[in-house]
Every structure is written in C-alpha cells, then in structure tokens.
C-alpha cells in the first residue's frame, strides 16, 4: 500500500535519478538545438537570474532559456498556492540534503541543532546571498552565480577531473556544504544557503496552504517539531507561518493524533499531505506539458546579452568547427589554427567531442588572437527582437543570421531567396530587386527557430 511517504521519496528519489540522467546525456551528447539542455534552462533559478536581461533587452544570459522561466513561474504560483512543494517534493538538492541526513543518521551522527538565535542569524545568509547573487547577474549580465552552483556542480560529474579543476569552489560547496555539513544538520544548505528557497521563503508568507495545529487535542508529544527537516516547531504555534516550511509533510505525518496538525487551505479547507505534494508536483509538471504542448518550451537560447556584446561569447561546445568560424567570423582553417589541431580534423563533429578540446579553453585563444589582431575581430552583434515578426527591413542578413543563431544560407534557401543575396545590406535593398520582401526572411526565421526547438 502506497502511503505519504512512498509516494513522496518516489517523487524526490525519481526526479533526482532522472534530472542527473539528464546531466549525463548533456556531457555525452553536448548542448544546442540538436544537444541535450543545459543544467541553467532546466532550473528555476536561472529564470530568476535571467529575467531582468529578458524584460530589459528580450535576450538570456549564456546558457539561460525560456524553459528556465517558464519553470521559475511554475514554482512561483505552486508555492502561492499550496506552500514550497517544490523545495518538499521536486528539489534535486533538497532530495541530497535528505539523503546526506539518511547517512549521518545510519553511521550513528548525532543530528545537531543550533540555538534559535544563532539559527535565525544563519537563516539570514540565504537571503544576502539572494541579494548578491542578483546584483552582480544583473549588473555584469552573466551568470556570477555560476562557478559556485551546488547544483551546476553536481549536473557536470559525469564530466570528470577537468570540469572540478575548472569550478574547484562549485564542487567544494556540493561536498562540503551540501553533502558534508547535511551530515550533521539536514538541509544545511536548504535553511541556510539556498538562494532559490529564499526567493521562495518570501513567497511562502503569502501562501494560502498553511501547517495548523488544533491546540485541544494537542498531546505536546513534540513528534512534529522533531521530524521536521528545516529545524522549525509546529508544536508551539497554531499556524506555521514561518518562511522556511517546505511543504514536505513530516511533521503532520508524525502526529499521533487524528486531524490535530493538518494543513489547511485559505484558512478553510482541510488538506493531506500526500494531496498537497500532488497538487504542487501537477501544477508543475501540468506547467511544463501547457508549454511543451503550445510550442513556448525552448531550452535553447540562439542569443545571449554576452554573445551580443562580444560574439566570442557565443561559442558553445555543441557547435562544431564550421559554426565556431561562423560566429566568429573566422574561416574553419583559421579556427583549426587556433585550436592547434590538424587540418583534416572533421569539421561537422561538435568541439566537445573532439578529442583534446576544451571549449572555455577554446573561447580564450579565439579572443587571445583578435587582441593580437584586432582588425579581424567581430564587430557586436547587433541586437535582434525576441519575436521574428518585429525584424525591421533595416536589418542586414548577416545581423538575422548572428542574432538567432542562423546560418545565412539556410535563411535564403528557406524563404526562397537566390543563395548569392548580398548579405551585408539591409534586407529591404538586398530584396527590391528581387522583387522580394523582409516578411519572407522574417517567416523563414520563425520556421528555422521552430526547427530547433
């Protein structure tokens, strides 16, 4: 018989598996439109970090895409609706955290609790991190977040020594934050660290599911305040109204007596805590099946602000020889040049599956030969609108091409165009003699975006 708690670990325990699959498949087969998504467009957070670029210049942070933001408000309006589900039920670093606790409970550590006020002043380092984390991203327009990602770390395992050499401190928060200190605390990282569960505390306080006590038949056995994972005391209060209650369930679950702690909904309804993790898990899930359904689920971003203010940017390790020259506005024998590797090395195959290659390596001696010779260095590329419907006639091909992340001849063959189509003018010029106009450039956009979906 399937309770509660089978169906919540199935959950926490099948996402985890799942999620980390994915990782897996990322470093096997790469990123890109014919890749596996990245860690970043399958994270909430990363809507968050990336939303300010998106309202402000309708571009995404590398790596960030619209799925990431699709997710984050999937994860805002479960928790507006039945608590921090996501952080109880969904959360692969949570699921870590409970299991790092599992493990220090079977070696026989002894769970420690800090006193209220240094636990309330610890609890306050999720939300400064928070802060920090946004500002620089926002600020710098990049990920600023990135080298010290638990989660960013844990989704690159699979790609070995090099990628811990490369992020050493992302790593080190994984094992030691994540992992070694939930050994001792469990879900260190979740009640102290998470900048996500912090954005997710503040929604919290307004959600409208809620832990209640019935204060006349409450035994004050303490069951509740001492299954509780993130350290709180539903004993003591008649309504949990604390930021940091994930919605997991335990301490209703622990409750040896009927209807005595509960959740309640708007004050009113009555709720289990198996109902409330399966409304929250379909809210989400239902958010990614709408989107995927109505084609609005991209995990690939053509264009992100860095690529924007240096084209070097927009090098990923899924492209391969002939796509990096492009970029970059190099041919593929000067790329091979740079890359120090043999001229008859296949230029089809993606960088990161040539042997020897390292991309973020790659991207520094690219920009390391432009500073030698600046005269060939690619201009910024210009910026395009999100929807391919608002490209002005002013726009060249070339500007079409870098801005989505198109090749120019895949463009001219899709919407008709003659192949020798002067690129390097405005659309309206190159197609007035054709007797063609920009909305055949603008429509073949659309469909090769939609290709890449």
């Known amino acids: 018989m399937f309770g509660w708690k089978q169906v919540r670990y199935a959950v926490m325990f099948g996402f985890l598996a799942f999620i980390t699959w994915v990782g897996y498949q990322h470093q096997v087969l790469g990123g890109g439109p014919g ?44 928790t507006l609706l039945f608590g921090r589900v996501f952080c109880g039920w969904i959360c692969p670093l949570g699921t870590i955290g409970e299991i790092s606790a599992g493990i220090g409970r079977k070696l026989g550590i002894k769970r420690v609790e800090l006193s209220g006020s240094l636990d309330r002043t610890l609890k306050m380092l999720k939300y400064i991190i928070l802060v920090v984390i946004l500002y620089y991203t926002w600020t710098l327009g990049t990920l600023a977040w990135r080298d010290y990602d638990p989660w960013a770390a844990w989704m690159h395992l699979a790609a070995g020594w090099d990628e811990i050499v490369g992020t050493p401190w992302a790593f080190a928060v994984l094992f030691g934050l994540v992992i070694g200190a939930g050994l001792f605390i469990e879900r260190f ?20 599911t809620k832990v209640s006590r019935n204060g006349e038949t409450c035994i004050k056995c303490s069951k509740c305040t001492r299954s509780c994972p993130m350290g709180l005391a539903p004993m003591e209060v008649e309504k949990v109204t604390d930021a940091d209650c994930i919605a997991c369930g335990r301490c209703t679950e622990s409750c040896p007596v009927e209807k005595t702690l509960f959740f309640s909904f708007a004050g009113k309804k009555t709720l289990s805590a198996l109902l409330v993790g399966m409304l929250g898990v379909a ?60 001229a008859d090395t296949p230029r089809n195959v993606s960088i990161k599956k040539i042997e020897g290659v390292n991309d973020e390596v790659l991207k520094e001696d690219i920009k390391a030969y432009f500073i030698a010779n600046p005269a060939e260095a690619p201009k910024p590329v210009k910026e395009v609108p999100e929807n391919p419907d608002e490209l002005k006639g002013s726009f060249t091909l070339e500007d079409v091409a870098a801005g989505y992340g198109l090749d120019t001849a895949e463009i001219l063959k899709k919407a008709g165009w003659p192949a020798d189509t002067p690129k390097n003018i405005s659309m309206k010029e190159a197609g007035t003699p054709l007797g063609r106009e920009p909305s055949d450039i603008r429509t073949a956009v659309k469909e090769l975006l939609k290709q890449k979906q």
């Open 35 to 78: 890749g596996v998504p990245t860690v970043d467009a399958l994270c909430p957070f990363g809507g968050l970090e990336s939303i300010y670029s998106w309202l402000s210049s309708g571009t995404w942070l590398r790596r960030v895409a619209p799925s990431a933001l699709i997710l984050f408000g999937a994860v805002i309006a479960m």
């Open 189 to 208: 990282w979740c009640r102290y660290l998470c900048p996500l569960g912090a954005t997710l505390g503040i929604l919290q306080k307004f959600s409208l």
């Open 283 to 342: 809210l989400f899930f239902g958010a990614y099946g709408t989107a995927k359904v109505t084609g609005y689920w991209q995990t690939f971003a053509s264009t992100s602000v860095e690529s924007l203010r240096d084209p070097v940017e927009g090098v990923f390790g899924w492209m391969n020889i002939d796509e990096v020259a492009q970029q970059v506005k190099l041919s593929p024998e000067k790329v091979l040049e740079i890359a120090k590797l043999p």
